[in-house]
C-alpha cells in the first residue's frame, strides 16, 4: 500500500480538511487580477523582508520596526476595508461629490509623497538639506489627505473586487509617514518627545498613531481603541484631575513624538510582533499551508474521539495546540469551533457546554508553552528573563489548566451518560501512529529552544521542517505553496501587528505620564492591609484592562499598569509578570465582555452571555491557580525538585475536586449542595500548597467519599 494511499485512507469522515484554516473576516478583501497579485507580492516582500533581516542580515532597530509597522498599515488598509464590505457583483459607481472629493484627496497625497521624494533626492543626490517649506508642505497635505480618506473610508460603499480609493489614500500616508521618520531618523532620536519637536514632527506622528488605531478599529474592535482613547484623553487632562491621577501636562508635539519612540509605539510591544510574532505567525501559516495543522486536529480524534464525549476532549487538545501557535482565541475558536462545537452537540453536550469547552480551550492554548501565543516574547522582551526559564516555568500551570479542563469535561459526559462518536467516522490511529512525523516542527521547535538556540532560529528551523514534512504527504509545498505560505502570514500577523502598535500607544503614555509608577504606590498602601486583597485588585485590574482586548495587547498594558506594583510590594518579577499574564489571557473568557465566548456562541447558537459564563466555569482553575504563584512559587518551578512533585501531586488533585465540586459529580455519582461546598473547600486547600493545606484537603475530600458511599451502600436498602 503506497504512503498516499495510507494518508487518504486515514482522513476521517469529518470534514476536517482546512478545520486549521483562518476563516475570511467580515471586511477583509479577497482580491483578483492584478490588484491581487500586487497585494498578494506586497505580503510575500513583506514577510521575506523579515525573515531576511531576522535571519541575513540585521536592519538598525529603530529603522527596522518604522519599516514593520508601514509595511503592516500598508498591507492591513489593501486587505480591510473600513466596514462591511459590499460583495455584490455589480460595480460601485461614485457619485458626483464623492469623486470630488477622491480626487482631492488623492492629489493631496500625491503632493506629500512629492514632497519626501523631493527631500530624500536633495539630500542624497545633491547633499543638500531641502528647504523648510517642502516638509510643512508634506506635514499639512498629509495630514488633509488622511482625514478626507479616514472621512471617506467610513461614509462610502466599499467593494470586496477592489481597494477602495480611501485605503489607498491612507496605504500611502502609511508610506509617506515612514519615509518622513526614516528621513530624520537622527534627529528624531534625540528630539522626539523633547521641547524641540517641530510643529511638522507633532502632525506626522498624530497621523502616524491616527492610523494605527483606525487599522486597530478595523482587524480588532473597538475595545482597544476606547480604552487607547481614553489614555490619550487622559494625557491631556491630567492637569485637571485630582489625586492619583493629576500630572503636569504636555505640549501635543512633545506627547505625540514621544509616543513614536521605543517608550511608545517602536517599544517592546512592536519590537516582539517585528521578531517574534511574525515568525511564528509565518510558522503557523507553514503549518496550514502544509496540512499539518489538520493533521493535529485528526490525531486528536483518533486519540480520543471514542472515548466518553470524545469531541470535547479533542476539543480540549486540538484547540489548545493551536491556539498555543496562532496567538488569538476568539480566532481559534472560529477556526476548530466550527468543527468541534458540532460534535460535542451530536453527542449529547448542550449547545451552551459545547461553546463554551471551545472557547476555554482556545484560550488556554496561550499559556501553553513554548509559543504561549506570543506572551512568553513579550514577558522575556519585558522583564529581561530568559525565554526557556519562562517556557519551563509555564509547564504546571498549563496542565492543571487543560487538566481541569478534561476532568470538567469527563465528569460532564458522566453525568450526562454521553458516550463517543462511532469508529467508522474516525480516523484509524494505527494509521495516524505512522504519520507521526508530521510533528516533528513542534519537537524541532521545542528541542533547539531546550539546545541553547535563539528564538529566532529555533523558530525559522521549525518552519523550515514543517514545509519538509510536507514533502511526505499528498500537500507537498513547492514554490507555489512557499510563496502562499508566506503571502499567508503576512495576513495572518496583520491583527497582531496594528494591536501590539497601539498597545505601544497605552504604554507610551503610561511611560511619559508615570500612571504605572501612582498606581504601584497605591497597591502598595492596599498590601499593608493584606497582600491577598493587593492580588484581587491587581487581578480585578489586569482583567479589566484586558476585556475585549487580543492577548497580546491585554498583557502589554496589565505588565506597565500592574506588574510594576506587584514587584513593588515584593513579589519576583517572574511571579508578577505570570501573575498579570494570565488574567490578561483569561480575560477572552470572562463575562461580561468575552471575546472566545461570544465567537463559540455564534457557531453554538446560543446566548452569548450564558456562554461566557460557562467558559468562565469550565476555566475556573486558571482563575485561582495565579494566586498560587505567590503562595506558593513551586508552581513556577522555583524550589527542588521534590516540592515542584509535591505540589504538582496535590494541586492535580485539587484539580479534580474542582471539576467534581463545579460539574456536581464525584468519583461515581451525585453531590448535594453541601458536599460541593466542602470539595470546593477541599480543591482549594490542596491547590494552594502547604503541607497543613494539603492534610486538610485529603480529609475534607475524605469525608465526601465515605459520605458519597454510605449513600450509595444505602440506596438498595432504601428500595426495599
Same mark, same amino acid.
Given at each position: ?39 498578494? $507580492? ?24 518604522? =519599516? ?7 498591507? #492591513? ?17 461614485? #457619485? ?54 479616514? =472621512? ?63 487599522? &486597530? ?14 489614555? %490619550? ?17 504636555? /505640549? ?8 513614536? &519612540? ?12 517585528? &521578531? *517574534? =510574532? ?30 466518553? #464525549? ?38 449529547? *453536550? ?37 525565554? &526557556? ?48 512525523? %508530521? ?13 541553547? *538556540? ?15 514534512? /510536507?514533502? !511526505? ?63 484581587? !485588585? ?40 505570570? !501573575? ?101 473547600? $477541599? ?38
Amino acid at each position: 500500500m503506497t504512503q498516499d494511499t495510507q494518508l487518504h485512507e486515514a482522513t476521517p469522515k469529518l470534514g476536517t480538511e482546512g478545520v486549521a484554516d483562518i476563516p475570511i473576516a467580515h471586511n477583509e478583501r479577497v482580491l483578483s487580477g492584478l490588484l491581487g497579485q500586487t497585494v498578494f $507580492a506586497a505580503c510575500v516582500l513583506f514577510t521575506a523582508m523579515h525573515l531576511y533581516a531576522l535571519n541575513v542580515s540585521p536592519i538598525e532597530t529603530w529603522a527596522f520596526r518604522i =519599516i514593520h509597522v508601514a509595511g503592516g498599515l500598508a498591507v #492591513g488598509f489593501a486587505i480591510t476595508a473600513a466596514m462591511t464590505l459590499d460583495r455584490s457583483p455589480g460595480e460601485i459607481r461614485l #457619485g458626483r461629490v464623492e469623486r470630488l472629493v477622491m480626487i482631492l484627496a488623492l492629489a493631496a497625497i500625491a503632493y506629500a509623497a512629492f514632497c519626501i521624494l523631493y527631500a530624500w533626492f536633495l539630500r542624497d543626490a545633491r547633499g543638500t538639506a531641502p528647504a523648510d517649506w517642502v516638509m510643512v508642505h508634506l506635514s499639512w497635505s498629509l495630514a488633509m489627505a488622511t482625514a478626507i480618506a479616514l =472621512i471617506g473610508s467610513w461614509v462610502s460603499r466599499s467593494s470586496s473586487r477592489s481597494v477602495h480609493w480611501a485605503d489607498v489614500v491612507l496605504i500611502v500616508a502609511s508610506i509617506v509617514v515612514a519615509a518622513y521618520l526614516l528621513f530624520v531618523l537622527n534627529r528624531w532620536r534625540m528630539s522626539a518627545g523633547m521641547p524641540m519637536a517641530s510643529q511638522t514632527d507633532l502632525i506626522v506622528a498624530a497621523v502616524g498613531v491616527v492610523l494605527i488605531m483606525e487599522l &486597530t478599529r478595523r482587524v480588532a474592535g473597538l475595545a482597544l481603541i476606547i480604552i487607547t482613547g481614553v489614555f %490619550l484623553v487622559y494625557a491631556f487632562a491630567g492637569p485637571y484631575l485630582p489625586g492619583l491621577l493629576e500630572h503636569r501636562g504636555y /505640549s501635543a508635539s512633545r506627547f505625540f513624538t514621544y509616543l513614536y &519612540t521605543d517608550n511608545g509605539i517602536l517599544g517592546p510591544t512592536t519590537a516582539v510582533s517585528s &521578531t *517574534y =510574532i511574525i515568525l511564528f505567525i509565518t510558522f503557523a501559516a507553514f503549518l496550514q499551508a502544509s496540512r499539518v495543522g489538520d493533521y493535529f486536529v485528526n490525531f486528536a480524534f483518533a486519540a480520543a474521539g471514542r472515548a466518553r #464525549g470524545g469531541p470535547a476532549k479533542v476539543a480540549v487538545f486540538a484547540s489548545g495546540l493551536m491556539g498555543m501557535i496562532n496567538g488569538t482565541s476568539a480566532g481559534n475558536v472560529v477556526a476548530t469551533g466550527s468543527l468541534t462545537i458540532p460534535l460535542m452537540k451530536k453527542v449529547g *453536550y448542550h449547545p451552551r457546554s459545547a461553546g463554551g469547552i471551545e472557547a476555554a480551550a482556545s484560550t488556554g492554548g496561550q499559556i501553553v508553552p513554548p509559543i504561549m501565543g506570543a506572551g512568553a516574547f513579550i514577558m522575556a522582551e519585558i522583564t529581561g528573563i530568559p525565554y &526557556t526559564e519562562i517556557a519551563i516555568a509555564a509547564l504546571i500551570p498549563a496542565a492543571l489548566y487543560f487538566l481541569s479542563i478534561y476532568l470538567m469535561v469527563d465528569l460532564e459526559a458522566r453525568r450526562g451518560g454521553m458516550q463517543g462518536l462511532p469508529k467508522d467516522q474516525l480516523p484509524v490511529f494505527r494509521k495516524m501512529v505512522k504519520q507521526v512525523y %508530521l510533528f516533528l516542527p513542534i519537537i524541532i521547535l521545542i528541542g533547539t529552544l531546550f539546545m541553547g *538556540y535563539s528564538v529566532i532560529r529555533a523558530g525559522t528551523l521549525a518552519m523550515v521542517s514543517a514545509a519538509v514534512v /510536507s514533502w !511526505f504527504t499528498p500537500h507537498w509545498m513547492g514554490p507555489k505553496a512557499l510563496l502562499n505560505a508566506l503571502s499567508l502570514g503576512a495576513r495572518m500577523a496583520i491583527p497582531l501587528i496594528a494591536v501590539c502598535a497601539c498597545a505601544g500607544i497605552i504604554v507610551g503614555v503610561i511611560a511619559l505620564t508615570g500612571v504605572g509608577a501612582r498606581f504601584a504606590s497605591m497597591l502598595l498602601g492596599i498590601a499593608d492591609a493584606s497582600h491577598l486583597l493587593a492580588l484581587f !485588585f491587581a487581578m480585578c485590574i489586569s482583567i479589566l484592562l484586558g476585556m475585549g482586548m487580543p492577548t497580546t495587547a491585554a498583557y502589554a498594558v496589565a505588565a506597565s499598569v500592574v506588574a510594576p506594583g506587584l514587584q513593588q510590594i515584593g513579589i519576583p518579577p517572574l511571579v508578577a509578570h505570570f !501573575f498579570v499574564f494570565y488574567y490578561a489571557v483569561l480575560s477572552a473568557i470572562t463575562p461580561p465582555v468575552a471575546l472566545a465566548g461570544y465567537a463559540a456562541a455564534a457557531i453554538s447558537g446560543t446566548d452569548p452571555l450564558k456562554t461566557a459564563v460557562t467558559s468562565f466555569k469550565f476555566g475556573l482553575a486558571a482563575f485561582i491557580v495565579p494566586f498560587m504563584f505567590f503562595y506558593s512559587p513551586a508552581l513556577l518551578m522555583d524550589g527542588t525538585w521534590m516540592q515542584i512533585l509535591r505540589v504538582a501531586l496535590t494541586a492535580g488533585v485539587g484539580i479534580y475536586l474542582l471539576a467534581a465540586s463545579v460539574q456536581g459529580w464525584f468519583l461515581n455519582g451525585g453531590v448535594n449542595l453541601v458536599q460541593r461546598v466542602m470539595l470546593l473547600a $477541599a480543591a482549594l486547600s490542596m491547590i494552594a500548597g502547604g503541607w497543613m493545606t494539603d492534610l486538610l484537603g485529603v480529609g475534607i475530600g475524605g469525608l465526601v467519599f465515605i459520605w458519597q458511599a454510605v449513600a450509595l451502600k444505602a440506596k438498595p436498602t432504601a428500595l426495599i
